[in-house]
């Protein structure tokens, strides 16, 4: 279930929570985290229960409900475990960890640049030329070795 962060809060306990709501006209509800999650942010809901056997044959259950339902299984059935909740950022969160951009390279070509002289010769004095020239064994001086050491030397960050 999706849900969005209304705010954070504290428990008297120290115990850390959100306060969460489905949809605007829905009623808010607080659920425990390990740390703050800006509000306004978007997560995803996951509640799982698991009923106590009331005798050793028992089979355990385990269901998967909406808050509002997990709240009313608990009150209305007897005896249960504690609810295990977990809240997941979504890609919209913003406060998600973002992927690194590779890095590209800019600028001249420095001097220790693996087929330096070559390229040079052959008129690449630029990483953008360099990216544009296709392949670079065509390129008198430059063997199939050379170009793999080009190749990782724009892939370095």
Same mark, same amino acid.
């Given at each position: 279930?999706?849900? +969005?962060? *209304?705010?954070?809060? =504290? ?10 709501? /489905? @949809?605007?006209?829905?009623? $808010? ?15 995803? *809901?996951?509640?799982?229960? +698991?009923?106590? $056997?009331?005798? $050793? ?11 509002? @339902? ?9 005896? *249960?475990?504690?609810?295990?909740? @977990?809240?997941? $950022?979504? #890609?919209?969160? /913003?406060?998600?960890? /973002? /992927?690194? %951009? ?6 001249? !070509? ?8 070559? !390229? #040079? ?8 030329? !360099? ?7 065509? *390129? ?10 080009? =190749?990782? #030397? !724009? %892939?370095?960050?």
């Amino acid at each position: 279930m999706i849900a +969005k962060v *209304i705010r954070n809060g =504290q428990h008297s306990g120290g115990d850390k929570f959100v306060e969460v709501q /489905e @949809t605007p006209s829905s009623p $808010p509800y607080a659920v425990p985290v390990s740390q703050d999650i800006a509000p306004g942010s978007e997560v995803e *809901i996951v509640v799982t229960l +698991k009923s106590v $056997p009331k005798e $050793p044959e028992s089979v355990v259950e385990e269901r998967v409900v909406s808050p509002a @339902t997990a709240e009313a299984f608990a009150v209305e059935t007897s005896p *249960i475990a504690p609810i295990d909740t @977990t809240v997941a $950022p979504t #890609a919209s969160d /913003e406060s998600a960890v /973002e /992927e690194e %951009e590779p890095v590209v390279k800019q600028g001249k !070509l420095p001097e220790d640049f693996p087929g330096h002289a070559a !390229l #040079a010769e052959a008129g690449i004095n630029t990483f953008n030329q !360099l990216r544009k020239a296709g392949d670079v064994t065509e *390129i008198p001086g430059i063997g199939p070795a050379t170009a793999e050491k080009i =190749q990782a #030397a !724009l %892939e370095e960050e």
